[in-house]
C-alpha cells in the first residue's frame, strides 16, 4: 500500500504568510495527487488535481507542485477565510485512495 | 449542477448494521464512479471503497473488506453503503463523493452522515 506523510500536522501563521505543506509518497506516485481543504463540520473541497491544477474557482493563491514521490502545497498569502484542514490524496492505485493525515492552518 | 444528498445521522448498537444512503442530481448517476470516505471524530479521511453506478461493481479496502456493501438503485439515482458488526471506533462521519471521469480525484461530496455507535 502507497503511504502519504504529510507535513506539517499542524501551523500557525500571520494573515498574508506564505503557507507551505508537504506530502511525500512511500513510492513514486507520478503527478496522481490531489489537495483537498476541510473547514470544521464541513466536507472535503478539491482545491488541486494532479498537483499542479486549480480547480474552477478556487483562489489563485493556492497553488502545488511536484511530481514522483514529493509535493508542495503553497498558499501564498494566507487569509482568514483559509483556516482549515488541508489534506493530500494520491490515486496511483486505483481503485484505492489514500489520504494523507491531514495540516491543521490556525491564524498566529 | 451536481448534488450528492446523503441520508441522516444514525445511532447504532455495537453488532448491528448501518445503511448509508446518497442521492446524486445535476448528472449521469451511471456514468461516474462513487466513492465513500469515513472521518472519525478529530481524525482524517479514510478511504472505504467505490461503486460503479453502471455496472454495479465494487472495490473494498481491505479494512473494511467483508463488512462493507456498497450498492445502488440506478431507478432513483442512489447509492448505499452498508456496513454491518458495528463497533464503537465505527463511529463516524460517512461522505459519498463523485469522482471525475478517468481520474483519481473527487471534485463532489455529500454532505456527509454521522455514525454514532454506543451501547
Known amino acids: 500500500d502507497i503511504q502519504m506523510t504529510q507535513s506539517p500536522s499542524s501551523l500557525s501563521a500571520s494573515v498574508g504568510d506564505r503557507v507551505t505543506i508537504t506530502c511525500q509518497a512511500s513510492q513514486d506516485i507520478s503527478n496522481y495527487l490531489n489537495w483537498y481543504q476541510q473547514k470544521p463540520g464541513k466536507a472535503p473541497k478539491l482545491l488541486i488535481y494532479d498537483a499542479s491544477n486549480l480547480e474552477t474557482g478556487v483562489p489563485s493563491r493556492f497553488s502545488g507542485s511536484g511530481s514522483g514521490t514529493d509535493f508542495t502545497f503553497t498558499i501564498s498569502s494566507l487569509q482568514p477565510e483559509d483556516i482549515a484542514t488541508y489534506y493530500c490524496?494520491?490515486?496511483?492505485?486505483?481503485?484505492?485512495?489514500?489520504f494523507g493525515g491531514g495540516t491543521k492552518v490556525e491564524i498566529k | 449542477q451536481v448534488q450528492l444528498v446523503q441520508s441522516g445521522a444514525e445511532v447504532k448498537k455495537p453488532g448491528a448494521s448501518v445503511k448509508v444512503s446518497c442521492k446524486a442530481s445535476?448528472?449521469?448517476?451511471?456514468?461516474?464512479?462513487m466513492h465513500w470516505v469515513r472521518q472519525a471524530p478529530g481524525q482524517g479521511l479514510e478511504w472505504m471503497g467505490r461503486i460503479n453506478p453502471n455496472s454495479g461493481g465494487t472495490n473494498y479496502a481491505q479494512k473494511f473488506q467483508g463488512r462493507v456493501t456498497m450498492t445502488r438503485d440506478t431507478s432513483i439515482s442512489t447509492a448505499y453503503m452498508e456496513l454491518s458488526r458495528l463497533r464503537s471506533d465505527d463511529t463516524a462521519v460517512y461522505y459519498c463523493a463523485r469522482r471525475e471521469y478517468s481520474s483519481g480525484f473527487l471534485p463532489y461530496w455529500g454532505q456527509g452522515t454521522l455514525v454514532t455507535v454506543s451501547s
Open positions: 445535476g448528472y449521469t448517476f451511471t456514468g461516474y464512479y
Open positions: 490524496q494520491q490515486y496511483d492505485n486505483l481503485p484505492a485512495l489514500t
